[in-house]
């Protein structure tokens, strides 16, 4: 299985950048050939897409992050990242990481909140 833990995230003023982390380990050698992307929950709102990177293909990204975030991958670490900028009060969210192996996995979230 996959385990995946989140670092990175805290409070932020609109308009400013944050860099989320998430570390894969457990029984992979490598998170190559694997889809990995971040997802997002706010208060009362259903979990969303943010940003998916497939082993292979194009990187998808929600309509309103386009432009702001950009989502990276070190398949050598067993890490993917989520660069944010221009950062608004709706980005306000409980962020997670996701793996395709198998089945989903997902990490245990990350607090990031935006002040305006």
């Known amino acids: 299985q996959v385990q995946l833990v989140e670092s990175g995230g805290g409070l932020v003023q609109a308009g400013g950048s944050l860099r989320l982390s998430c570390a894969a380990s457990?029984?992979?050698?490598?998170?190559?050939?694997?889809?990995m992307g971040w997802y997002r929950q706010a208060p009362g709102k259903q979990r969303e897409l943010v940003a998916l990177?497939?082993?292979?293909?194009?990187?998808n990204y929600a309509d309103s992050v386009k432009g702001r975030f950009t989502i990276s991958r070190d398949n050598a670490e067993n890490r993917v990242y989520l660069q944010m900028n221009s950062v608004k009060p709706e980005d306000t969210a409980v962020y997670y990481c996701?793996?395709?192996?198998?089945?989903?996995?997902w990490g245990q979230g990350t607090q990031v909140t935006v002040s305006s």
């Open positions: 457990g029984s992979i050698s490598s998170i190559r050939f694997m889809d």
């Open positions: 990177m497939p082993s292979g293909g194009s990187t």
């Open positions: 996701y793996a395709w192996y198998i089945r989903p996995h």
